[in-house]
Structure formats: structure tokens, C-alpha cells
């Protein structure tokens, strides 16, 4: 799962400064559902609806988070977390006969019997080791016909993760030699710390401590632009997240050697098991999950300073498939079915990975989702690339056909000012809508809040706008509900900057087929006209 990949993107230390200074700008910690009419902010303008919509009846929308976790017993969250009303907490009986016991709040798809998965590698890791063990050592002329295709796709995942491999690799060490060196002068000084100051002061005693306090000094003067009396010890707190980063990243992502999968313990080949994994919804990997949770229905308190859900009354059901790493189809396909069959009208989405595993299998589930009337939001990814020429995993278009689901929103990212943000994917013919995804303020595990960036904040937000609809305008299908958010965007008529792209601008309708923002003010009265103002 590409959660917050983008963060740690260039192997520059200057860029990682960057993005520190950037995140310590505080754009409100309710932004997301303030209203452009009202308050100049590009926000969901989920209160203004909901004013609106006041005196209203409302039924409760149950919306699946289909993630990595998430820890229910947040107070910021725990009133709204969906209960089974047909299981009974902790009897370890499958009361109501669905094959999940004691799925009391949802189900984790990668759990085992004693434990749950954390990490995991990349897709790209498994078809390299699975494909290896068949193309690595022949070559084009050996392989025969029929297995041409299969051949050429190893061809192109032996590229990429030899590629990645090798920049995470190179950025991994170059992040932990600026860590070494620091340690290395700190101990030639004998200090446990040392200032700009300090190091001037220092004179090295051979030409390999003259370059090392040559590459600190120059770093140092990097981060006097952002941080006020650095220190050897501040660098060292503020580039330890790149290097933890990327020791994950080489030693699970990109490990062939690894794979946890026996703890699911699973038949993993057969797409169509289903019963499998265990009731702990909250996992180890919760932080993302309980911060998309708590921006689709997170506790209204009404107070000003927030935060606070977009939607009013939902119910929020756990089901945990995204370690730390790529998600598998087989557990998506079954979260999507699982969620569809304990009553979601509406499942979010905030995961995504460059190759499948099984495509059918999430598309067989994406149908099912159709048949049965739920809307499916899926956040586009935060590579900044155009998914309409990359592929990004899981999508609407069914394989081998032209076809499309008709129950799917893709969601970019867009900031208070409503450009689009920097690291967003986006797509002319692929991504629908843009939403707030920049220093979205929410709930995070240890019942605390903070700030996070990604699509996997805006397609939450979507999510909400789409339950406040199906709320209070219950007759109105998944796929109405769709063409109402499409149709009700604040239009952003100006160029607008394109995500990774320095210096060019366009259309923001060269971004998305809608071309603009959420807006859930314009979404309410579209729905009141569609439903006969009922």
C-alpha cells in the first residue's frame, strides 16, 4: 500500500526540509468541511449542507473502512463504530452462521489464529520471486508462445523492482551515512550534541573528518532555513523517519526473502476461500485506518475547533486487508463482499499498489458491489502521475472488457485553496473528483489527533459527502448518488498547477472528468431536486 510513499520520494535532503516546513503550516483543524460560499476555504462544505438539511430525518448509512485498522476504541470515534446486532461479543460462536466469529465491529482479512500480519512486501515483490522462479534464468528464445505475455510482464516487473530497490537502497544509505557522520564529529568533539557554532569551532584532524564536517556544516545551513537553533541532535530526530522509512522498505517491501503470509494461514492461490483471519479490526497497523475513519464519521461535539466526521449519522465498519505494504486482491475482493453483506451502502478505500495480483477476483467483487447496490470510493494515489497512461491497482476498468463500474469514484487531492496537491495522481479519464487530501486534521491512534496528507484523505471525505446523501435521501441509488457528487463540484475555471510538475499549468478539467472540487452544499440540493425534495 503506497499510503504516504510520496513523502519520502526524493533521496534529497533539501526536499525532505522542505516537507517538514511545509507540514508546520496550520491550515485549520476543520478545514475539510468548511464551504468555499462561506468561508473562502475549499472544504467538502459538509456543515453548510448539514444546516441545510436540518429538521430532516436521517437514516443511518453504514460505510465500510477498508484499510489497515483501526482503533475503535477512540473517543473521537467509538460512539459511531458499527456493532453487529447479530453476533454476541466474545462467545467465540459464529452466531449468526456468516463463517466469522465474533465478527462483532468487522473482520480482519489478515489475521491469524495468533497473530496479524504487519508487514508485507510490494506486489511488485511477489510477481518478481514468483515469476523468477520461472523466467530467471532462460532467456526470450527459450520461452515458448503461450507463455510470451507472462514473460514479457516479468520482463517489466524485473525492471521496476530492480529499480526501486536500488533508489531505495541508495537513499537508505545516503540518510543513514548523514546519521553516521553526525555521531562520527560528535565523538572526535566529545560532545552529545553540537551547534553550527560548535562545529565551526572544530578542526578536523585528516581529510575524511574535513569532509565530514563539510557535509554537516552544509546541511546545517539547510535547516537554519526552516528551524530556529538547529542542533546535531535536531537533524538527527528530523531525518530518522527517512531512514525507518526506508529500513522497512528494504527489509519487508522490497525482501523477497520475506513473507508472512503462513500467518494468515490461508490457501493463498484460491481466490474464492473466504473464511479466514480473525476479529481484531484494530491490528498493528492502525494509525491510517483510524485516521481515514475519523475523517468519514468521526463524533460531531459542535465545537468550533473541531474535528469533526463529514457525515452526521453513520456507522463505521472495520475491515482490515492493508499491512504495511501492498494489500492482496484475494483480501480485498472478500473485505468488499464482507462489507456488502453486513449491510455498507457506502465503502471506502484508501489503498493502492502498480500491479495485481488477481484482478478478476476484486473485479468479481466490485460487481457484486454493483448488484447490490454500494457505492465503492477509491483514492488515486500519491505518485503524481496520470492514471490514465499508469496503472494503479485496484481500479473500475474490468479486465479484458471496455467496461466500467458504475458504483466507483476515484478521488484526487486538493489543498484549502483547492489546486490540486503536488503529490496527487490524477487523470483526464480515470480520476473523477478532487477532494481535500493536504494536512487534513483527524483522529489517530492513543485517542489523539494530528495532521495527515494524502488521496487517502480525500476519498474519505467523498466517502462522508456520499453517506450524508444516502442519509437523507435514502431512495437515491449508489450510481445517482455518483452522478450528484460529478455534477455538483465547485469548478475551478483558472489554470491550475499540475501535481509533480514544476512550472506547467492546466485545466482542471485536464485532471478530472468532473473538474473541480467536492462540494456537498451543491450535492444536497442536486439530491433534493433528483429525489423530489423528499
Not at 126 to 146: C, H, M, P, Q
Not at 509 to 520: A, H, K, P, R, W
Amino acid at each position: 500500500m503506497k499510503k504516504y510513499r510520496y513523502l519520502f520520494s526524493s533521496i534529497l535532503v533539501l526536499s525532505f526540509f522542505s516537507l517538514i516546513a511545509n507540514a508546520q503550516s496550520d491550515p485549520g483543524k476543520n478545514w475539510q468541511n468548511k464551504s468555499i460560499e462561506k468561508d473562502s476555504v475549499y472544504g467538502t462544505g459538509s456543515d453548510e449542507a448539514l444546516l441545510l438539511l436540518k429538521g430532516r430525518k436521517s437514516t443511518t448509512v453504514i460505510v465500510a473502512v477498508i484499510d489497515g485498522g483501526t482503533q475503535i476504541n477512540h473517543p473521537g470515534l467509538k460512539p459511531n463504530v458499527w456493532t453487529n446486532p447479530k453476533d454476541i461479543s466474545g462467545n467465540k460462536v459464529d452466531d449468526e452462521h456468516n463463517g466469522y466469529v465474533d465478527d462483532i465491529h468487522g473482520w480482519d482479512f489478515i489475521g491469524g489464529k495468533d497473530s496479524d500480519v504487519r508487514q508485507d512486501n510490494l506486489e511488485v515483490t511477489r510477481l518478481y520471486r514468483d515469476l523468477g522462479k520461472k523466467y530467471a534464468n532462460i532467456t526470450a528464445d527459450k520461452v515458448s508462445k503461450e507463455d510470451m505475455a507472462e514473460y514479457k510482464t516479468y520482463l517489466k516487473v524485473k525492471h521496476d523492482f530492480e529499480t526501486d530497490y536500488a533508489n531505495d537502497k541508495f537513499a537508505y544509505d545516503n540518510f543513514k551515512g548523514f546519521i553516521d557522520t553526525i555521531n562520527l564529529v560528535k565523538k572526535a568533539m566529545g560532545k552529545s550534541d553540537f551547534t553550527k557554532d560548535d562545529l565551526a569551532q572544530y578542526t578536523p584532524t585528516d581529510s575524511a573528518m574535513a569532509k565530514a564536517k563539510k557535509r554537516i556544516s552544509r546541511n546545517f545551513r539547510r535547516f537554519q532555513q526552516y528551524i530556529k537553533n538547529a542542533t546535531a541532535d535536531s537533524m538527527i530526530k528530523l531525518v530518522q523517519p527517512a531512514i525507518d522509512h526506508y529500513y522497512v522498505s528494504l527489509n519487508y517491501q522490497y525482501n523477497v526473502n520475506f513473507n508472512p503470509r503462513f500467518i494468515v494461514g490461508d490457501n493463498y492461490p484460491d481466490a474464492s476461500e473466504k473464511y479466514y483471519g480473525n476479529a481484531d479490526v484494530v491490528g498493528p497497523t492502525d494509525e491510517h485506518g483510524t485516521h481515514v475513519a475519523g475523517i468519514i464519521g468521526g463524533v460531531r461535539t459542535g465545537k468550533p475547533d473541531g474535528p469533526e466526521g463529514i457525515a452526521d449519522n453513520v456507522k463505521l465498519m472495520i475491515v482490515r486487508v492493508v499491512p504495511d505494504g501492498d494489500e492482496r486482491d484475494k483480501d480485498v475482493a472478500n473485505g468488499i463482499r464482507y462489507a456488502v453483506d453486513n449491510g455498507a451502502k457506502v465503502i471506502n478505500m484508501s489503498f493502492g499498489k502498480g500491479y495485481a495480483y488477481n484482478k478478476k477476483a476484486v473485479d468479481e467483487a466490485v460487481k457484486y458491489a454493483e448488484a447490490h447496490d454500494v457505492l465503492l470510493v477509491h483514492a488515486a494515489g500519491n505518485d503524481h502521475n496520470d492514471n490514465d497512461s499508469v496503472q494503479d491497482y485496484p481500479n473500475r476498468r474490468y479486465l479484458g472488457s471496455h467496461k466500467q463500474a458504475k458504483n466507483w469514484i476515484e478521488v484526487g487531492a486538493s489543498d484549502v485553496k483547492g489546486m490540486p496537491a503536488s503529490f496527487s495522481n490524477y487523470g483526464k479519464k480515470s480520476v473523477d473528483v478532487f477532494a481535500p487530501g493536504a494536512k487534513i486534521y483527524s483522529t489517530i491512534p492513543d485517542s489523539a489527533y494530528a495532521y495527515l496528507s494524502g488521496t487517502s484523505m480525500a476519498s474519505p471525505c467523498v466517502a462522508g459527502v456520499a453517506a450524508i446523501i444516502r442519509e437523507y435521501f435514502p431512495t437515491l441509488t449508489a450510481k445517482q448518488v455518483r452522478k450528484i457528487i460529478m455534477k455538483s463540484v465547485t469548478k475551478i475555471n483558472t489554470r491550475v498547477p499540475m501535481p509533480g510538475n514544476q512550472g506547467k499549468f492546466v485545466k482542471y478539467s485536464d485532471l478530472c472528468i468532473s473538474g473541480g472540487v467536492v462540494n456537498t452544499y451543491k450535492a444536497v440540493q442536486l439530491a433534493m431536486k433528483m429525489a423530489g425534495n423528499k
